[in-house]
Nanobody, 124 residues
Framework: QVQLVESGGGLVQAGASLRLSCAAS????????LGWFRQAPGKEREFVAS????????YYADSVKGRFTIARDNAKNTVALQMNSLKPEDTAVYFC?????????????????WGQGTQVTVSS
């Protein structure tokens, strides 16, 4: 059974940092993209960051570019999201996801597996 399990969420003040981790089990994902999405209350799920299977190409939403960094470790079957300079508008449930390939990694419809999410709350 394939599982993606996120960890590392929490409550922090604006300007702080958090590191989210996602551990995959049930199969390896070293040939496909991995991504992070988030969903705030009353809003649609939105793209945050993604990385290709090789780890060489990374994509970021404009709202997090320069503050967030995605990194994968194919040996450990994990993907992390380092979040710096957090803002109240970053408050959301963050989900990791594994895609079917390496194309269109900003689009949630290309993702086959999803984690349950981890809550990130940033206070002002």
């Amino acid at each position: 059974q394939v599982q993606l399990v996120e960890s590392g969420g929490g409550l922090v003040q604006a300007g702080a940092s958090l590191r989210l981790s996602c551990a995959a089990s049930g199969r390896t994902f070293d040939s496909v993209g991995l991504g992070w999405f988030r969903q705030a209350p009353g809003k649609e799920r939105e793209f945050v960051a993604s990385v290709t299977g090789s780890g060489f190409i990374r994509y970021y939403a404009d709202s997090v570019k320069g503050r967030f960094t995605i990194a994968r470790d194919n040996a450990k079957n994990t993907v992390a999201l380092q979040m710096n300079s957090l803002k109240p508008e970053d408050t959301a449930v963050y989900f990791c996801a594994a895609a079917r390939g390496n194309v269109g990694l900003r689009n949630p419809t290309v993702y086959e597996y999803w984690g349950q999410g981890t809550q990130v709350t940033v206070s002002s």
